[in-house]
């Protein structure tokens, strides 16, 4: 039986000044289901950034009543001094974290390009989730849909990639939150694809595989992604979908 943590109830102030603290300070706890999914990118980020985290298996719907939404993610913050800060909704919790461990670029043009690329990112991720939450008659018509759109918006990220110098970034030169996305999505469209209803998984240019490959290459990634952790999660997650 896991418990669900309780966020400190003090004014505003103090925690926006808990939110701001040092995070290499921080305990931080993500509690979702087993699998990846809305959990996926902010477990990269926490692993990214090698922050003290512990992922914890949601027991639900026993939880559900004391989230903040009735739905998973949910991110516990513990800081130094003890405050302990709740957050809900992935995309929030992804720019939070993103924003606390430095990866919206280097000033506010970078942010905002940043920003520009997650936000087309994840309608990728989103499409190809409709495509693996279809049932398994519809599958094939999603994932026709999926690659016809996918195709035309990937021929712009090419176009962007190419003016950033296809270095393996979208954004000047280091890991930013939108390279962590891209390489969720390079994962998803290689690894968590239907191939049985008969429809290849969209091919992707090589600038957007670079990407990917230069988050796989960070050194605390890789240890993430060879982690128990991380294969329990994805063998779960292939179950889920029935792949
Ligand atoms: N907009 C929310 C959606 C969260 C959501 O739908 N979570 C699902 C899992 S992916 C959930 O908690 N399902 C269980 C339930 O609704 O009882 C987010 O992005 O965090």
């Given at each position: 039986m896991t418990s669900y943590p309780s966020a400190t109830k003090v004014p505003s102030a103090v925690l926006a000044e808990a939110a701001t603290s040092?995070?290499?300070n921080s305990k931080f706890e993500l509690i979702y289901?087993?699998?990846?999914?809305?959990?996926e990118i902010p477990r990269l980020i926490l692993a990214h950034a090698g922050a003290n985290v512990k992922y914890t298996t949601a027991d639900w719907p026993a939880m559900k009543q004391k989230t903040r939404y009735g739905s998973l993610p949910a991110l516990f913050e513990t800081t130094s001094n003890g405050t302990v800060l709740e957050f809900a909704e992935s995309q929030a919790i992804e720019r939070y974290l993103a924003k606390k461990f430095n990866?919206?670029?280097?000033?506010a043009w970078e942010e905002h390009l940043v920003n520009e690329y997650v936000h087309g990112l994840d309608c990728e991720i989103t499409n190809h989730m409709k495509v693996m939450f279809a049932s398994v008659e519809d599958r094939q018509k999603e994932a026709e849909s999926f690659s016809r759109d996918f195709g035309k918006w990937i021929a712009f990220i090419e176009r962007h990639l190419a003016v950033n110098?296809?270095?393996?970034?979208?954004?000047?030169d280091k890991i930013s939150w939108a390279d962590l996305k891209a390489a969720v999505l390079v994962r998803r469209l290689t690894l968590v694809w239907p191939r049985a209803c008969g429809v290849e998984a969209p091919k992707l240019p090589d600038a957007l595989v670079k990407v990917a490959d230069t988050v796989k290459a960070d050194a605390k990634v890789k240890a993430w992604l060879a982690s128990e952790e991380h294969h329990k999660f994805d063998g779960n997650t292939k179950g889920f979908f029935k792949l």
């Open positions: 040092n995070p290499a289901f087993g699998i990846q999914v809305r959990a990866l919206l670029g280097a000033n110098g296809n270095n393996g970034h979208f954004v000047g």
